[in-house]
């Protein structure tokens, strides 16, 4: 199945920590829009209720306008298609970096699609965001990141290895950023989830 990309309205004004593959599936969420062709993509799909979008009405791929008073967020709507459509591999890019309150919502989304059978990440300029749940991962190394880790819930217990400083079956818990400004050391670094589910981010210095 081809991955899917998401397009939200945060600002991108320069290079991503990935770009999107050249087969993949992408989704504008309102004026994320203006994203897609900035970077010079072209969207499969756009859908909002485009109250945030300046320069007229989408005009290229499929265009689905909803109302502006729902529960669901732009963001969140463009997920839902996703999912609907069978993608479970969805990368959503203009999701961090602008306003707090959405980033959060964005945050969630990623537990949304987690608990709908999906992988999702928050991809920006600076920071790429995972939530991972109970199972064993393996990090690549890239020079000038940190990786920091916190609990999606009140605690997660977890290990990591191949990094500055080391968790052997930790208990990180919501009320203390223990997991902040980690750096990996060795060409991986292995990260186990024994109980619970991480926020995993990777900021750049």
């Known amino acids: 199945m081809r991955p899917c990309w998401i397009f939200g309205g945060a600002p991108i004004s320069g290079k991503l920590l990935c770009e999107p593959p050249h087969n993949a ?3 504008a969420a309102d004026s994320g829009y203006s994203s897609v062709l900035e970077m010079g993509y072209s969207p499969d799909l756009t859908v909002g209720d485009f109250d945030s979008l300046t320069g007229g009405m989408p005009s290229l791929g499929e265009v689905l306008t ?6 669901d967020t732009d963001t969140m ?3 839902k298609m996703a999912l609907e459509a069978g993608y479970k591999d969805i990368s959503i890019t203009g999701a961090v970096g602008g306003r707090l309150d ?3 919502a964005n945050i969630q ?4 699609i987690k608990s709908h059978g999906g992988k999702g990440r928050l991809v920006g300029e600076r920071d790429m965001v995972l939530l991972e749940g109970e199972g064993r991962y393996i990090y690549k190394r890239t020079d000038g990141m940190y990786l920091s880790l916190f609990s999606y819930g009140s605690s997660a217990e977890v290990s990591v290895s191949g990094v500055k400083y080391c968790l052997d079956r930790h208990c990180l818990e919501n009320t203390f950023p223990l ?3 980690n750096e990996i050391t060795e060409q991986e670094c292995t990260f186990t989830v024994w109980k619970g589910e991480v926020l995993v981010i990777f900021s750049k210095k």
């Open 25 to 27: 599936y992408i989704i």
């Open 66 to 71: 909803v109302g502006a008073e729902k529960d």
């Open 77 to 79: 709507l463009a997920v």
């Open 102 to 104: 959405h980033t959060i």
């Open 109 to 112: 989304t990623l537990a949304y």
């Open 179 to 181: 997991g902040v400004s």
